[in-house]
């Protein structure tokens, strides 16, 4: 984002002029500012959808707490890996954006952000659903939340957010950078390609993973779950 502004020197009020006169000339050079600056549209979105992710992750950093990786396979070299090199990998769009100075239509961009939006939403509020729940199970607001029990003295959710599909939250996330794909329609780029493929390999990876040693853990349970939610990722394809 620093590098991609470009801000036009503006000339200094003078101290003597009176607080309308100041106020006036502020609005000037605000509007100078605005109309003047030079900038990469496509770049500007994308780093900002970025941003905005990175500070979603961290807010909610808690809600990892209820996720299926710490609770059953703790910090490993996995997700070490992924910590370390999912922000390189999602900083090689935006790079290529700015240094190519790629343009992309703002209708293309409207339909990014409004893909970015749905997945983030997805993605938060099904964790934030499972971690809630997960921690005041007797909360009156989850009356009406309908569960499967196990018999690990488990209960696993099949309503709302987790009504559709197995993994809403994963759902969420490749929703996001699918998203990104589109600005490489209109100059492709195969490092930054690589780089989203790898992301949404790794969440497909996990989607799979995930499924099949709950199935070993849950054995009869996941059975009836599986019946009940029948689909991983995708309603009605996969």
Same mark, same amino acid.
């Given at each position: 984002?620093?590098?991609?502004?470009?801000?036009?020197?503006?000339?200094?009020?003078?101290?003597?002029?009176?607080? !309308?006169?100041?106020?006036?000339?502020?609005?000037?050079?605000?509007?100078?500012?605005?109309?003047?600056?030079?900038?990469?549209?496509?770049?500007?979105?994308?780093?900002?959808? &970025?941003?905005? #992710?990175?500070?979603? /992750?961290?807010?909610?950093? +808690? +809600? @990892?707490?209820?996720?299926?990786?710490?609770?059953?396979? !703790?910090? !490993?070299?996995?997700?070490?890996?992924?910590?370390?090199?999912?922000?390189?990998?999602?900083? @090689?769009?935006?790079?290529?954006?700015?240094?190519?100075?790629?343009?992309?239509?703002?209708? $293309?961009?409207?339909?990014?952000?409004?893909?970015?939006?749905?997945?983030?939403?997805?993605?938060?509020?099904?964790?934030?659903?499972? %971690?809630? #729940?997960?921690? +005041?199970? /007797?909360?009156?607001?989850?009356?009406?939340?309908?569960?499967?029990?196990?018999?690990?003295?488990?209960?696993?959710?099949? /309503?709302?957010?987790?009504?559709?599909?197995?993994?809403?939250? @994963?759902?969420?996330?490749?929703?996001? +950078?699918?998203?990104?794909? &589109?600005?490489? $329609?209109?100059?492709?780029?195969? $490092?930054?390609?690589? !780089?989203?493929?790898?992301?949404?390999?790794?969440?497909?990876?996990?989607?799979?993973?995930?499924?099949?040693?709950?199935?070993?853990? %849950?054995?009869? /349970?996941?059975?009836?779950?599986?019946?009940?939610?029948? %689909?991983?990722?995708?309603?009605?394809? %996969?």
């Amino acid at each position: 984002l620093f590098k991609n502004v470009t801000v036009p020197v503006i000339e200094n009020a003078s101290e003597a002029s009176p607080i !309308g006169e100041l106020i006036k000339q502020t609005y000037r050079n605000l509007l100078f500012v605005v109309q003047n600056s030079e900038y990469n549209l496509a770049a500007l979105v994308i780093s900002t959808f &970025l941003i905005i #992710y990175a500070l979603d /992750s961290l807010v909610y950093e +808690h +809600h @990892l707490a209820s996720s299926y990786q710490i609770n059953e396979e !703790g910090c !490993g070299a996995e997700l070490l890996l992924r910590l370390a090199s999912i922000p390189f990998l999602v900083s @090689l769009l935006p790079r290529f954006l700015f240094t190519q100075n790629v343009q992309v239509c703002s209708c $293309a961009l409207a339909a990014i952000g409004l893909f970015f939006i749905l997945g983030l939403v997805i993605k938060r509020c099904s964790n934030c659903l499972k %971690y809630e #729940y997960h921690l +005041h199970p /007797s909360d009156p607001k989850f009356k009406d939340l309908i569960t499967l029990p196990t018999f690990q003295n488990r209960r696993l959710i099949i /309503s709302r957010w987790w009504s559709k599909i197995r993994q809403p939250n @994963l759902f969420g996330e490749i929703l996001i +950078h699918t998203a990104f794909l &589109l600005t490489l $329609a209109y100059k492709f780029d195969l $490092a930054s390609f690589i !780089g989203i493929i790898a992301i949404l390999a790794y969440l497909i990876y996990r989607s799979v993973g995930i499924n099949r040693k709950n199935a070993l853990k %849950y054995e009869s /349970s996941w059975a009836r779950y599986v019946a009940t939610i029948k %689909y991983n990722l995708l309603p009605r394809v %996969y």
